[in-house]
């Protein structure tokens, strides 16, 4: 399996930024989400969706991000009124067989 991640960028306090993410080498449905990581701190959960499109949103996620998913294995990360605490590097993570996948990270910056 294979993760491409798109988006992210920088946007200004109260703004919005997508990001997505296919997974190729697949073709059942996986179990995929997106993780961040802020210098110094460790990689959370933002979001994720399991191969029945169940969600589950991390703890720092107040409600103004929203995780979608297009097709079989590409998802994507809706935020919304994006805080300066929300700047970290976004992850794309799946998981195939109990084996977890990375894409290799997007950076994400909200200033204030």
């Known amino acids: 399996v294979q993760l491409q991640a798109s988006g992210g960028g920088l946007v200004q306090a109260g703004g919005s930024l997508r990001v997505s993410c296919v997974a190729s080498?697949?073709?059942?449905?996986?179990?995929m989400g997106w993780y961040r990581q802020a210098p110094g701190n460790q990689r959370d959960l933002v979001a994720s969706m399991d191969e029945s499109d169940l969600i589950e949103y991390g703890s720092s996620v107040k409600g103004q991000f929203a995780i979608s998913r297009d097709g079989t294995n590409t998802v994507t990360l809706q935020m919304n009124s994006l805080e300066p605490e929300d700047t970290a590097v976004y992850y794309c993570r799946a998981l195939r067989s109990g084996k977890t996948y990375w894409g290799q990270g997007t950076q994400v910056t909200v200033s204030s």
């Open positions: 080498g697949a073709v059942i449905k996986l179990e």
